[in-house]
């Protein structure tokens, strides 16, 4: 990092965490008392504040990372400071545990940034403070750093596992990510993303040997017609039931294998992945999922996925590939109506988003669903195009971590796409820096709506005399 960079890093962090510290006060002067999930989360942790690591809501379905980590920053902050009574793990005190994983997660962004761009020469270091900024504000993650829930801790650590995959720390990686998975247990899919890396890298080397070998410099690695995907999946075949290649990737990932099979007993000991409460957290082929994900996706990245040029390239490939994209459709159709779930939290809530999200468009006709099938083509080309830059394996890989961490997934809830999202906007090209300042504007207009919503216009149920806001 050259000097300049390294002051603007500094002032970018330093600027953000003031903005932050200044909207945590106000939140916490308006909401003193738990809200939402808090009313789990803060009782618990202060019960393993109290010393009582037996005591367990039922109600709870993730695992204790988040307490654990919250009495190990609070307990020797308050004997340093001589904290006592009520203020030590007070709501306010531990609401501030996820201001700390904010800017932690700023920093781990700007890392991630230079690491996964680092052959990208054009790219500036103002570029990347400015990236660093618009994803440490990313509205769904950035909102749920002012309460005590498990996301700004789950996405710190499954970011710092994965920054220490790329730096080839394997073991300090899996490491982070055993932390990942104590925060929220599906956070296991990120570790095998993180090991996925490395096969897909091992892959990459040995489908550029081959091609070398047999001198065919009409096939790419990264994209081609349908002839060159049969034949890499040929390729893949053969690579991966090879037990010499198979014992190298082993030997390369086996702190990842470890920490699955460990995943494994788990879920085999617990009889299930979730713990507490069970029937509101039911798994199921929920494969509009990932229709639902790739919206939410166009949504925050349309600077770069909803432009003029795109949507004439997508025409245009619809018009040379007219049978391949009625297929798509077909196949698309297909998924809406059979696995199609609506959660009775969806339709109950009136507090989430996502409860207007559905009454106001899924809900007006039957027909509405199966209408926005072209909407979500369009939207999964646009999201595959600006993936181009990387590998097929790659791609692949982070296809199955996709797919396995959304669509199991019953309840439509956009927390659940915060993590599928960072790594995606991690991994696309830089765009220009007009995209960039359009990108951040968007997040700082919706940061300020989602945050005045949730302040100013409260409500209440006609059967409760508590005090209900609008989130996310």
């Not at 669903?369 to 939207?379: E, G, R, T």
Request: charged share 15%.
């Amino acid at each position: 990092m050259e000097r300049a960079e390294a002051y603007g890093f500094s002032a970018a962090m330093s600027g953000a965490f003031l903005l932050s510290c200044l909207l945590f006060a106000a939140i916490n002067r308006r909401q003193r008392g738990p809200y939402m999930d808090e009313a789990f989360h803060v009782p618990q942790a202060q019960a393993y504040c109290s010393g009582h690591f037996l005591q367990w809501d039922p109600m709870i379905t993730t695992l204790p990372g988040l307490y654990l980590v919250s009495v190990g920053i609070v307990k020797p902050a308050a004997w340093l400071f001589g904290w006592t009574g009520s203020v030590v793990c007070s709501v306010g005190m531990l609401r501030f545990i996820n201001l700390l994983f904010s800017a932690g997660n700023f920093y781990l962004l700007y890392l991630l940034l230079f690491k996964i761009h680092q052959k990208n020469k054009a790219v500036s270091g103002f570029q990347r403070i400015l990236s660093t900024l618009t994803l440490a504000m990313f509205p769904t993650l950035y909102f749920f750093t002012f309460l005590y829930y498990t996301d700004p801790g789950s996405v710190f650590f499954t970011l710092f596992a994965y920054l220490m995959c790329l730096y080839g720390n394997h073991k300090t990686s899996a490491l982070l990510g055993f932390c990942g998975f104590m925060f929220r247990q599906t956070n296991i899919v990120w570790t095998v993303f993180c090991a996925g890396n490395v096969v897909a890298e091992k892959l990459n080397e040995a489908w550029k040997t081959q091609l070398q070998k047999k001198k065919d410099e009409k096939i790419s690695c990264r994209k081609g017609s349908f002839s060159d995907l049969i034949r890499i999946l040929q390729f893949l075949i053969e690579y991966l039931t090879s037990p010499k290649n198979l014992v190298t990737l082993a030997a390369l990932t086996w702190p990842y294998i470890v920490l699955v099979i460990m995943f494994f007993g788990f879920v085999f000991t617990n009889g299930g992945i979730v713990v507490g409460d069970r029937s509101s957290h039911e798994a199921c082929l929920h494969f509009p999922q990932l229709f639902y994900f790739l919206s939410f996706t166009v949504f925050f990245s349309f600077p770069h996925l909803l432009t003029p040029t795109k949507i004439r390239k997508f025409l245009l490939s619809v018009r040379k590939h007219p049978v391949q994209y009625s297929l798509i459709a077909i196949i698309s159709l297909f998924l809406i109506w059979k696995f199609s779930y609506v959660h009775k939290y969806l339709l109950a809530d009136n507090r989430h988003y996502t409860f207007y999200v559905w009454r106001k468009v899924f809900q007006r006709h039957e027909l509405v669903k199966y209408l926005l099938v072209p909407v979500y083509i369009f939207a999964g080309w646009s999201f595959a195009d600006t993936l181009k830059s990387k590998s097929i394996f790659w791609i692949l890989m982070y296809l199955v971590c996709l797919v396995a961490a959304t669509v199991p997934q019953k309840l439509l809830e956009f927390r659940y796409f915060i993590l599928p999202f960072l790594i995606y906007r991690l991994n696309i090209p830089f765009p220009s820096l007009y995209r960039q300042l359009l990108e951040l504007a968007s997040y700082i207009v919706v940061n300020a709506v989602s945050f005045y919503l949730f302040l100013n216009r409260t409500f209440q149920w006609p059967n409760s005399d508590e005090i209900q806001r609008f989130m996310w």
